[in-house]
């Protein structure tokens, strides 16, 4: 049953870093971007964000796929799907060939994240889900991580085109392995499920159409203060680390691109490392909104120097962006509360539901921060790409954190489930 689990689990969560390396990497790679179709800010924006746009619209019909086809079926696809996308976009020669790459990758990886939480749910013991959680999203990580710094070595002796060639043969091969090797739940391999073999009865499963469960869901009051940290935290956190930060850290205090891609770096390792902590914290306390609220409150504290401009030694910017990544990393606890205020079996239903806030929020806010800095555009260039002044960022990132707000607003209504289902 080990063997099968992380077996599972380890194509699932390849998978998942696939996703995170495709939705940070245009930050990395943004002058080349620029260069290569002539892109203003809102255009930009627009490239970037087509990953969003699809990955939201994906969210609720994942978790309604995953719950009556089965994980292995879905994350197959996608794979197939992304690796497409990634070679479409790798040998795009204009703009719309690379927003219909971007659309197809964002479509492929969309089912990823839903996918691996329903196989955590089956796979693994409830009191664990918080734990393998959060594991689940500092490994996804590494694949943002993979998508800054080491991107940015990468350039040095390739292109970005061959990159993004070699990980659509990489999506499509995962896919296919995943097609071969994973099963939905322990049942299929012939194993007990989980609860059987602590000497509990299975959780009840959804009899019914699927809408029907689907409505239960968004009927539940209790589920949607878990969208708006998705929306105000996660949003932002994609927005700024995604594609805005670096080339706010180049304009507005003349980093080095290596140096502001450092930063951006040690924000999603913060996020990464800040994930697996709360999921073990509030495992083992067996609380969430507390530890939800505490990451928050952080996050929201550490946009203010950024909303000042202030000017601060290299060591406090770096530890600030690793503070901010820590933070934010406390509304994925939000993905567990709305899993336990509804029944087991529609547990990738009501991910999939607050789960779109934070696709829909970064698919709003990446084009609409540049649409905000292109109205003060002054003209200036740099090396044939938009040059923006420190004022024009400013209304940018107050965008963010007003955003950012409505997020500690939600999860302060978020229902304190006590690590239970009930």
């Known amino acids: 049953m080990r063997r099968f689990r992380w077996l599972a689990y380890s194509l699932l969560i390849l998978a998942y870093m696939l996703a995170f390396f495709h939705r940070m990497a245009p930050a990395a790679i943004a002058g080349e971007l620029q260069l290569a179709f002539s892109a203003s800010g809102v255009a930009l924006g627009s490239l970037a964000a087509m990953y969003f746009y699809i990955y939201t619209l994906m969210q609720i019909p994942t978790g309604v796929l995953v719950d009556t086809l089965g994980v292995r079926k879905i994350a197959t696809l996608g794979g197939l799907v992304a690796g497409a996308g990634s070679l479409l976009f790798a040998y795009a020669e204009t703009l719309g060939v690379a927003s219909a790459g971007r659309l197809l990758v964002g479509l492929g990886v969309s089912v990823m994240f839903i996918s691996i939480m329903k196989l955590n749910a089956v796979w693994f013991h409830d009191r664990h889900f918080g734990t393998v959680g959060g594991l689940t999203i500092l490994l996804g990580n590494l694949g943002s991580v993979l998508a800054a710094a080491p991107l940015v070595w990468a350039l040095n002796f390739t292109s970005w085109r061959s990159i993004f060639a070699a990980l659509g043969v990489f999506s499509i091969a995962l896919g296919m392995l995943t097609w071969f090797l994973v099963r939905n739940h322990p049942g299929e391999a012939g194993f007990p499920s989980m609860r059987e073999l602590d000497g509990e009865p299975p959780h009840a499963p959804h009899t019914g159409p699927w809408i029907d469960g689907l409505l239960k869901v968004i009927r539940n009051r209790a589920t949607w203060p878990g969208f708006w940290p998705n929306f105000g935290i996660g949003g932002t956190l994609f927005t700024f680390a995604g594609l805005w930060a670096v080339p706010f850290l180049h304009d507005v205090y003349d980093m080095p691109r290596a140096l502001a891609v450092g930063h951006t770096s040690l924000l999603l390792a913060g996020f990464a ?98 649409w905000t800095m292109d109205l003060g555009w002054d003209g200036r260039m740099s090396d044939g790409i938009r040059a923006y002044a420190g004022a024009d960022y400013q209304l940018g990132l107050m965008l963010l954190f007003l955003c950012s707000l409505s997020g500690l607003a939600g999860a302060l209504r978020c229902r304190e489930t006590f690590c239970r289902y009930g």
């Open 273 to 370: 490392i800040g994930a697996m902590l709360t999921g073990v914290i509030s495992d083992r306390i067996g609380r969430r909104r507390p530890v939800m609220l505490a990451g928050l409150v952080l996050y929201l504290l550490c946009w203010l120097p950024w909303l000042a401009l202030l000017k601060m030694p290299l060591a406090a910017s770096l530890g600030l962006f690793f503070l901010m990544g820590t933070g934010a990393s406390g509304f994925t606890l939000a993905w567990a509360v709305t899993k336990e205020v509804n029944p087991p079996a529609l547990s990738g239903m009501a991910t999939s539901v607050v789960n779109t806030g934070s696709f829909l929020g970064a698919g709003v806010l990446q084009p609409l921060v540049g």
